[in-house]
């Protein structure tokens, strides 16, 4: 079975390794002539976190933010760029994947966590799994965890500030690739029996949600990385979600951070472990020092 606590390290993009218990990072050295700073961020943290890490005199202070995918764009365009990537197949829609019974099941319980008053799963049945089990763990973080606010992501919030301030706002990959890794990566298969067990199980999805964001509010990286790896049984997917974009930014961030002083704020899970971007840039030649709040 495809384990939810793998798909919800998807949602949440949190952490693998220890570093320190650290989430800001600051980079010198190797011909820069001004540091930047990398934070790592969690979707369902409340904007009041940042005062708590110390992020806002670097990121008031940086001349361009850097971002996974470039939040501030053209919503429309947006969603146009990840629709393909939404849609399932004709003959794979959630009813015909999904067995009657549990169809029926996850139904009601879908209705308790929906997005919207009155939305009903059947109403997207032509969407694929993940997109689903997204909604759902959107609604439970809103009703479920104190002071967050879904319209109040960490990732949007620094990029939309920064454009309002004359920030360059800079992703680094397109909102297409972003979405052919969450929604086409993992057998539709698989998405579908995240899904309901998600639902059938509310209470176990609410509670790793919630001890993977108290993780994330200590800093404690390490606990982090032992709740989104527990039960995982499908590592190929965290490889390409975590390795393989973090190879490709690598060769993306040293061109940026000579342009000028960066801000970069990228899901904590890709902040750690050999493969993270910290000590890639570290190998790279960078001195990358946790800053201390």
């Known amino acids: 079975m495809f384990k939810l606590k ?13 570093v320190n218990a650290q989430l800001l990072y600051k980079v010198e050295g190797n011909g820069l002539k001004s540091p930047s700073y990398i934070f790592g961020t969690h979707h369902i943290a409340p904007l009041s976190f940042i005062d708590k890490t110390g992020a806002g005199k670097p990121f008031t202070e940086a001349e361009q933010v850097v971002g996974e995918i470039d939040m501030t764009q053209d919503q429309m365009a947006l969603g146009m760029a990840m629709q393909p990537h939404m849609m399932a197949p004709a ?19 879908f ?7 009155g ?3 059947k109403m997207l049945d032509a969407m694929k799994p993940n997109v689903v089990t997204s909604m759902v763990a959107i ?3 809103a009703q479920e965890m104190p002071g967050f606010n879904p319209q109040e992501q960490l990732d949007t919030y620094f990029q939309f500030q920064g454009k309002n301030t004359g920030k360059k706002i800079i992703p680094l990959e397109t909102a297409d690739y972003q979405a052919s890794i969450l929604f086409d990566f993992t057998p539709i298969a698989y998405q579908a029996e995240s ?11 609410i509670q790793a949600t919630k001890e993977l964001t108290a993780a994330y509010e200590a800093q404690d990286l390490d606990k982090m990385s032992e709740l989104s790896s527990k039960d995982n049984e499908h590592p190929e997917f965290m490889e390409a979600l975590v390795d393989k974009r973090n190879a490709e930014w690598l060769q993306k961030l040293p061109s940026i951070m000579n342009d000028a002083p960066s801000f970069i704020a990228v899901g904590a899970l ?8 910290i000590e890639g840039l570290r190998k790279a030649g960078y001195t990358v ?5």
Do not use: N, R, Y
Not at 6 to 18: D, F, K
Not at 91 to 109: A, N, Y
Not at 111 to 117: E, L, R
Not at 270 to 277: P, Q, R, T, V
């Open 6 to 18: 793998t798909i919800l390290a998807s949602i949440a993009l949190l952490a693998s390794v220890s």
């Open 91 to 109: 003959d794979s829609t959630l009813s015909k994947i999904i067995s009657p019974e549990d169809f029926t099941i996850i139904s009601e319980e």
């Open 111 to 117: 209705k308790k966590w929906a997005p919207a008053p």
């Open 119 to 121: 939305m009903e799963l």
């Open 139 to 141: 609604g439970m973080a």
């Open 195 to 205: 899904l309901v067990e998600m639902l059938k199980d509310p209470e176990k999805s």
């Open 270 to 277: 890709h902040l750690a472990g050999d493969k993270g971007i």
């Open 289 to 293: 020092t946790p800053v201390k709040q």
